[in-house]
């Protein structure tokens, strides 16, 4: 018999429950055993002195499954559906069970046997509910190796079309959709077409080690595809990749993957399709008789099971991933990056530094550092177009482009009506406007160097000479003098003399015959 007694002096002594195993040659689980039921028991080394080593053996030894008597049996059939939802476990559970039983002057079960009592519990219900995956926790996703194949309507010629699976271990809920390579952007149109068909998304996320998805994976490091951790980024869930050349840690895509070739490839085999939307709904028309056939061992189906499921799911973002691109680029003098012959503005504090240039359809994001400086509408059409945000200016520069056309027909009236129809007239010559502005910031700081009057003179004296004249030829007046010669023609004549000869209207025929 074991000498429970000196398991109990030994541990008041502080001795390790290793050495207490040696020292007394038992396992150490009989002492881990041991202890943890004196502390259940509420059995010190003080206490057990009273007590004979019979009685203190019943307190303390593990009986055999079914010669436990006195104590409180657990609500297996709660804990059961309590273990199936996230964080909750059997200690978590034994604890709670502890805490009720002392409140009711009950005895509980060790955790040992709270644990075992279970397992012969859950081995009955397995047949009908298989709880190895929490719901809402898990997806799984692969390539079938099998592929099918769409007709090119101009050839002739058959393309063969690649099927992305991905399955929910706890239901076995699956999803299929084919495509015509196996590249990035069809990896990730799987996932985020999976999601919305699922309505959900799972915490974790376990793929293969393909190079689309994962770049390298050792014992010591992980280095996940960009493009893949931003999806799984959106979608708030963590991508745990199989361990390499380990296919039953995602045993459940693997086993969907077998079936699905024989359900739904196989089935389709006669069929000819002329495009993947055509082959698609095939698919997706087999893989809804898939979902809901019973199960053969157990009642229900994928489908009812998913319908559990389904409320564990984390809920979708607002919006679907959208497949990115990544490039890298110089900031210019001008402060702008240019992408597929288009501009974009960086702020000017970036100039000549190397940054990261994230594209999607919608949308061109600029990263230095890993660090997100700016985002732009992604521009199509005619090449060279710019998009520029003011505030990526220098201040110089802001000030310059406040000026607009409205502006500068207001400046130009404050100085007289020759130089407002001189601005006018400037500002119609292109046909953009804002290609004027320059010649009128020139004509604006003119103003700076000579006096308004000098230079609403040297306007009315080029509208002389042409109805649309130029920032040149207005500084060509001011320069030679010819605006002053122009005010001496405006001034009013002096009175003639009384004396002075003035030809009379009879000399230039004027007057009557």
Request: proline share 4%.
């Amino acid at each position: 018999m074991t000498d429970y007694k000196e398991i109990l002096r030994l541990a008041s002594l502080g001795i390790s429950k290793s050495k207490i195993a040696e020292s007394m040659e038992v396992t150490r689980q009989t002492v881990i055993t041991a202890l943890q039921r004196a502390v259940i028991q509420g059995v010190t080394w003080e206490t057990a002195q009273s007590l004979s080593d019979r009685e203190l053996a019943l307190k303390l030894k593990t009986p055999a499954a079914g010669e436990i008597t006195g104590h409180k049996t657990p609500d297996y059939e709660y804990v059961h559906k309590e273990l199936v939802k996230p964080g909750v476990t059997q200690q978590l559970l034994w604890e709670e069970y502890c805490v009720k039983c002392r409140m009711g002057g009950d005895v509980p079960y060790s955790l040992t046997q709270f644990k075992a009592r279970y397992r012969e519990f859950a081995s009955v219900r397995m047949a009908t509910m298989r709880i190895a995956r929490k719901p809402g926790e898990i997806m799984e996703v692969d390539w079938a190796g099998q592929t099918a194949e769409i007709i090119d309507s101009d050839t002739g010629e058959l393309i063969p079309a690649y099927l992305f699976v991905a399955a929910l271990p706890y239901s076995g809920y699956a999803f299929c959709e084919a495509f015509t390579d196996m590249k990035a952007p069809s990896w990730i149109a799987g996932h985020v077409d999976a999601y919305a068909f699922f309505c959900g998304v799972t915490k974790m996320l376990v793929p293969d080690n393909l190079k689309t998805g994962v770049l390298k994976h050792t014992s010591a490091e992980l280095i996940l595809n960009r493009t893949y951790q931003e999806m799984a980024e959106h979608y708030g869930t963590a991508i745990i990749p199989t361990r390499v050349r380990a296919p039953k840690d995602k045993a459940t895509v693997e086993g969907v993957v077998g079936i699905v070739s024989i359900c739904i490839l196989a089935a389709v085999r006669n069929e000819k399709f002329f495009s993947l939307r055509e082959l698609n709904a095939a698919i997706r028309e087999r893989l809804s008789a898939f979902n809901v056939k019973p199960f053969q061992k157990k009642d229900g189906s994928r489908f009812t099971l998913f319908s559990e499921e389904r409320q564990f799911l984390l809920p979708l973002p607002s919006e679907g991933y959208e497949i990115s691109e990544w490039r890298t680029a110089t900031v210019q003098y001008n402060y702008h990056v240019s992408l597929e012959l288009m501009n974009y503005s960086v702020p000017f504090a970036y100039i000549k530094k190397r940054v990261d240039i994230r594209l999607t359809r919608s949308v061109v994001e600029v990263f230095f550092e890993g660090s997100r400086i700016c985002s732009h509408q992604r521009l199509y059409g005619r090449t060279g177009q710019y998009s520029t945000v003011d505030a990526h200016m220098p201040p110089d520069h802001q000030a310059y482009v406040k000026w607009n056309g409205e502006r500068f027909k207001s400046w130009a009236k404050s100085v007289g009506e020759h130089t407002e129809a001189v601005i006018c007239a400037m500002l119609t010559t292109y046909r953009v406007e804002q290609q004027a502005y320059r010649g009128c910031m020139a004509l604006l700081k003119l103003a700076d160097e000579y006096p308004k009057s000098r230079l609403e003179a040297a306007c009315e004296r080029a509208l002389f000479y042409t109805p649309r004249p130029g920032y040149k030829q207005i500084l060509s007046i001011l320069k030679s003098g010819q605006d002053s010669a122009s005010a001496e023609k405006s001034k009013p004549q002096e009175k003639r003399s009384e004396f002075s000869f003035v030809r009379g209207s009879d000399y230039y025929g004027g007057g009557k015959k």
